[in-house]
């Protein structure tokens, strides 16, 4: 599915980018779907912590890698937040067996999940990261980061995405 409009923000510390998190969590319902690009060291996490404050879900998130998925219950009674590390996932089965693919109650964030997101919601907002330290012996926490945010379909048109065009630093 094409992406849509497009947001590019650069972000300057790891606090912008939970804050940019917290910023988007915020305006987050349930059966909303994001999928997260971005080297290791990018931010993905940070964000993801942000996008769970803004949520006001439990609990410390951190990466699933090592677990696949972990699901985050609302502090408030709003949406739980599911993330989901993708990249060791093999099929859609396996959205089935973790019981991803009833997520109607949830804020679904997917790290690397592209080719699964279509099996959520046909809507979706697409986050890459990039570090402009690349390639670099800069510490991958130091430097910028260029945040780019892409919408597909009628939840992510443009005057969505460009409230968040503020929220840079």
């Known amino acids: 599915m094409p992406l849509g409009s497009a947001v590019k923000l650069t972000i300057a510390t790891p606090e912008d980018m939970h804050a940019l998190g917290v910023r988007i969590g915020s305006h987050l319902v349930a059966g909303d779907v994001l999928v997260l690009n971005g080297p290791l060291g990018a931010g993905k996490t940070k964000l993801v912590q942000g996008i769970g404050e803004g949520l006001s879900v439990e609990g410390q998130i951190t990466s699933p890698t090592f677990v696949v998925a972990r699901v985050h219950r609302s502090a408030i ?69 260029v945040v780019t945010m892409r919408g597909i379909g009628a939840r992510w048109n443009s005057p969505v995405l460009s409230q968040f065009e503020t929220s840079a630093s």
């Open 77 to 145: 009674g709003g949406p739980e937040l599911v993330h989901v590390d993708a990249y060791r996932l093999s099929g859609l089965d396996d959205l089935e067996t973790l019981g991803i693919d009833d997520h109607n109650n949830a804020v679904v964030v997917m790290e690397w999940g592209a080719p699964f997101a279509d099996a959520l919601n046909s809507d979706q907002l697409h986050i890459d990261i990039e570090r402009s330290d690349e390639g670099t012996d800069i510490a991958p926490e130091s430097g910028l980061r």
